[in-house]
């Protein structure tokens, strides 16, 4: 395998880990390590690989920020999201608390 091959690789991983960084800004949601890996040493390399996800994310969000090639626009809707994941843990806890 090629040192192009393994910066093509290295620069997927990066931006895999930058959309769960992504995914867990915008909704909340974000990997269940202990359900993926099952060794202390394990989660601790996907916990470090998911931190860098974040900072980078966080470094581009800042980089766009203070860039004039983007400007902000207030999407409809935004917080929509959090708004179906927040109700639809209301109405687990409603159903779990029936069943008690």
């Known amino acids: 395998m090629g040192m192009g091959n393994w910066i ?3 620069i997927d991983f990066l931006m ?5 960084a992504g995914i867990k800004e915008a909704t909340g949601y974000s990997l269940a390590l202990n359900y993926i890996a099952h060794t202390k040493d394990s989660i601790a390399v996907l916990d ?9 994310f966080a470094w581009s969000c800042r980089w766009a920020k203070n860039s004039n ?32």
Do not use: C, W
Request: hydrophobic fraction near 35%; charge should be positive.
């Open 8 to 10: 093509h690789y290295t």
């Open 16 to 20: 895999i880990s930058m959309i769960l």
């Open 48 to 56: 470090k690989y998911l931190g860098l996800g974040e900072k980078l």
């Open 69 to 100: 090639s983007f400007k902000l626009t207030q999407i409809p809707g935004k917080n929509q999201i959090k708004d179906v994941i927040d109700a639809s843990k209301k109405l687990v806890n409603i159903d779990s608390s029936d069943r008690k």
